[in-house]
């Protein structure tokens, strides 16, 4: 495909020496572009479709990398990377070694704040703004955020604080009606009516016209838009946080975003944008369904995505489904449950409980610290709340898991997705921190499935507790076991042996059983199903470690403070001496890329495992 205009952009400084006229064609050229590239990759798609013509507007307004955009959660970026110079890389999209699938410092200097969860660009522009003014800097500080990131508490601190803060910053709300799953609270609905309301449009655009021709009622058309939008707004959210408030505008009009935006920056002190787009905007399947195509596997670009396979490819049930259908299945059993999402209902699998159980269903946005705390308020009550959460998104209401869950031993269920590594959406999605971070919390009971049926078994074990608990699982499919239709239960704490061997003893934490299996195989080791990190099986560490002369861990999470440690206060508490070998994930970051590759690389495959425990054996040997 040809893409006369956009072959000429390496860099925002040429985009800034095209006319203006022609940049309706590159923002063509670039949605072409974008659609046959993600559509090789995948990734995500119909979020950064709709911000092709707010990315030119910015880039073609400020000095960029000098003024600084900071991009929220930075699902909307694709088109900021393309003319920033990596255009080129983006067939290596979210691969091992590629280009990063979010804003990342290290990428670019365009991308000034790594960012992959929500609502963190008010805060860091914020900072940068206020930085600029301490060291005498003339630039600017611009936070592009969505109305999904809107509904998050961290977003409305920044904007206290930035309102009294004499901060010479722009916040630009993408407000496309859309956060991942539809979006929901008050705020949306405030938003919405603002910008159907012909009444306000209308006043809007006449105090215009009366300051064109009588500049002195200045202070009267101020007064009268302030009542009108007090009626049709209440509140008027932003400009009561000490922002000035402008729009809303098309944000596909770049003859209307450009000006608006050229204005903008020579006004000094906060001010908030209100920009309208679309979801998906220029490719009619995206448009149509842009949850959907939100993030896609590979597909054709002509023919679309298939119907059912939202991109992704295999047969096997996922353990987000296994939940799914456990959620739907115990809610029939029990009226007490209640489901709870924040703002993940297609990711977490509950969509069909969000239909059969509607009054049940909670999806309280994007507000983690919230969800967790209401859930405590729930079980109160009596009832029994259900946290369908991300490891890496729990990370963001810890001092609730702590204070308001298990300080209270409310019997609260957390079905944690994700944990492990995650693959394509790299460091800021892998749930890397979770065994270690809920492990050490008193009252909490922390189960980590080795497969699908386990999984389902452990959610009934979980749910029939009366305490806080967790049940870990990864994203994917696993080994295609098949879940019983019945809610049966695990003993709690209780491990099993699924191999019996000689000298060394492989203790699996969750779904690395089945490569522990395998290395049990060519080692003659005994392997043993763990299935609890709290409370650990103490009584089957002390019988592995009275008959062999190694133990090893294995585990999916960080193994500082993960399982393994905990294997280790159990031998320290007994008086035994036995030596311990941890495998798990490293003290740093893991960088995106295939969940198998990345796997392999930190030696938890079947042939990683194998090979360090032989070097392990090997120099014990040789000191012997």
Not at 182 to 204: E, H
Not at 290 to 309: D, M, N, R
Not at 340 to 361: K, N
Request: charged share 20%.
């Amino acid at each position: 495909m040809s893409y006369p205009l956009l072959d000429t952009i390496q860099s925002p400084a040429d985009l800034r020496r095209l006319e203006r006229k022609q940049l309706p064609q590159l923002a063509g050229e670039l949605r072409e572009f974008l659609i046959e590239s993600v559509s090789q990759t995948g990734g995500h798609l119909s979020s950064n479709l709709g911000t092709v013509e707010l990315t030119i507007a910015l880039h073609a307004v400020f000095n960029t990398p000098d003024d600084r955009l900071v991009w929220d959660v930075g699902h909307q970026c694709y088109p900021h990377k393309v003319l920033t110079g990596r255009r080129e890389g983006m067939g290596k999209l979210r691969m091992r070694h590629g280009v990063a699938g979010f804003p990342k410092r290290c990428e670019s200097p365009y991308d000034t704040f790594g960012v992959g969860h929500s609502s963190t660009s008010i805060s860091a522009a914020l900072g940068m703004a206020l930085a600029a003014k301490h060291k005498g800097e003339d630039r600017k500080a611009i936070a592009i955020i969505g109305d999904g990131a809107m509904s998050a508490g961290m977003a409305f601190e920044a904007l206290n604080n930035a309102g009294v803060a004499d901060a010479d910053m722009l916040v630009i709300l993408n407000d496309n009606e859309m956060s991942i799953s539809p979006p929901v609270g008050a705020l949306n609905n405030i938003l919405t009516r603002l910008t159907s309301s012909k009444t306000y449009n209308v006043a809007r655009e006449a105090g215009r016209h009366m300051l064109g021709f009588a500049p002195p009622l200045l202070e009267l058309a101020r007064r009268a838009e302030e009542h009108v939008k007090g009626m049709i707004a209440p509140g008027t959210l932003f400009e009561e946080f000490g922002f000035h408030y402008y729009g809303p505008i098309d944000g596909h009009d770049l003859d209307a975003l450009i000006p608006t935006l050229e204005n903008l920056k020579k006004l000094k002190g906060p001010k908030f944008l209100h920009v309208i787009t679309r979801k998906g905007q220029g490719y009619k399947l995206a448009e149509n369904d842009p949850i959907l195509y939100h993030g896609v596997g590979k597909f054709s670009a002509e023919q679309g995505i298939a119907t059912g396979s939202g991109g992704k490819s295999g047969g096997k049930l996922t353990y987000t489904q296994v939940f799914g259908d456990w959620l739907c299945d115990m809610a029939k059993a029990d009226s007490r449950l209640v489901g709870i999402t924040p703002a993940m209902r297609e990711g977490s699998g509950m969509v069909r409980f969000a239909c059969e159980h509607a009054d049940r269903y909670y999806d309280v946005g994007i507000a983690e610290q919230h969800a967790v705390t209401f859930a405590a308020g729930l079980a109160c009550e009596g009832l029994k709340p259900v946290v369908a959460i991300y490891s890496t998104f729990l990370q963001r209401a810890y001092d609730q898991l702590i204070h308001d869950v298990a300080l209270q031993n409310l019997p609260v269920v957390f079905a944690v997705d994700r944990g492990g590594l995650v693959g394509a959406d790299g460091p800021t999605h892998h749930g890397t921190f979770d065994l270690s971070y809920v492990t050490c919390i008193p009252n909490m009971v922390v189960m980590t499935p080795s497969d699908e049926a386990e999984c389902r078994r452990m959610l009934s074990t979980a749910y029939a507790l009366d305490c806080p608990s967790m049940v870990r699982y990864p994203r994917g499919s696993g080994t295609g076991a098949i879940p019983s239709p019945e809610l049966d239960t695990v003993p709690l704490g209780k491990g099993e042996i699924h191999r019996h061997g000689q000298t060394v003893a492989l203790l699996a934490f969750g779904t690395l059983l089945g490569a522990a299996l395998a290395a049990g195989d060519e080692l003659d080791a005994t392997v043993a199903n763990m299935r609890f990190v709290k409370p650990i099986d103490a009584e089957l560490i002390v019988e592995l470690a009275g008959n062999h002369s190694l133990l090893v861990t294995i585990e999916e999470s960080a193994v500082i403070g993960g399982a393994g440690s905990e294997v280790e206060r159990v031998l320290a508490e007994h008086g035994l001496t036995v030596p311990v070998l941890r495998l798990g994930l490293p003290d740093r970051f893991v960088d995106h890329g295939e969940q198998g590759q990345l796997l392999s690389e930190l030696g938890l495959d079947k042939e990683g495992i194998v090979r360090t425990i032989q070097q392990k054996l090997g120099a014990h040997a040789d000191k012997q």
